[in-house]
T-cell receptor
Framework: DVKVTQSSRYLVKRTGEKVFLECVQD?????MFWYRQDPGLGLRLIYF???????EKGDIPEGYSVSREKKERFSLILESASTNQTSMYLC?????????????FGPGTRLLVL | AQKVTQAQTEISVVEKEDVTLDCVYE???????LFWYKQPPSGELVFLIR??????QNEISGRYSWNFQKSTSSFNFTITASQVVDSAVYFC??????????FGKGTSLLVTP
């Protein structure tokens, strides 16, 4: 079974703090993704990575950055957290063999920025 | 542009009823994939099914079935004899040749005893 884990289920931070959300997958997947989920807006792609050290912007990258130093780990960074970044953050991974593969999701991190 | 519409925001049924969740998609591509995911209250999105645009065969998996109709650009999901454990938010998603998934806004299903 594919296993995608996220470092925290719940996180509370203050405005202006630097926030790291970590995601690890254990299936040697090439692709990893960060989404945020908000009521009424569904899931929106923030960033994805198709290889180590490679990244691509998604639909809403503003205010976020990412890091992929190792294949199994994909970090989402909020350089200076703001209240409008309060959301549910979901990480996903997919195999990536030159054609689209199913994305498997982690349990999510509910972030509250005060 | 590609788009996924789940017109039903919330559905409430009584246990053992059958329920169909609608999904309509828009794309000009001839090659695409469609997915359904389930998100229970715990928050994790659970993959249910993936279907490519060249395979219009309907699929059944236990109490779950999916009806894919390219003529109406729909990929509907039916739960037969619903159970309380089916209560969740269900997302339909569309993928093209790239990496990203386009999700619908989800349908919240509540099954009451």
């Amino acid at each position: 079974d594919v296993k995608v884990t996220q470092s925290s289920r719940y996180l509370v931070k203050r405005t202006g703090e630097k926030v790291f959300l970590e995601c690890v997958q254990d299936m040697d997947h090439e692709n990893m993704f960060w989404y945020r989920q908000d009521p009424g807006l569904g899931l929106r792609l923030i960033y994805f990575s198709y290889d180590v050290k490679m990244k691509e912007k998604g639909d809403i990258p503003e205010g976020y950055s990412v890091s992929r130093e190792k294949k199994e780990r994909f970090s989402l960074i909020l350089e200076s957290a703001s209240t409008n970044q309060t959301s549910m953050y979901l990480c996903a991974s997919s195999l990536g063999t030159g054609r689209l593969e199913t994305q498997y999701f982690g349990p999510g991190t509910r972030l509250l920025v005060l | 542009a590609q788009k996924v519409t789940q017109a039903q925001t919330e559905i409430s049924v009584v246990e053992k009823e059958d329920v169909t969740l609608d999904c309509v998609y828009e794309t000009r591509d001839t090659t695409y994939y469609l997915f359904w995911y389930k998100q229970p209250p715990s928050g994790e999105l659970v993959f249910l099914i993936r279907r490519n645009s060249f395979d219009e065969q309907n699929e059944i998996s236990g109490r779950y079935s999916w009806n894919f109709q390219k003529s109406t650009s729909s990929f509907n999901f039916t739960i037969t004899a619903s159970q309380v454990v089916d209560s969740a938010v269900y997302f339909c998603a569309l993928a093209l040749s790239g990496y990203a998934l386009n999700f619908g806004k989800g349908t919240s299903l509540l099954v009451t005893p």
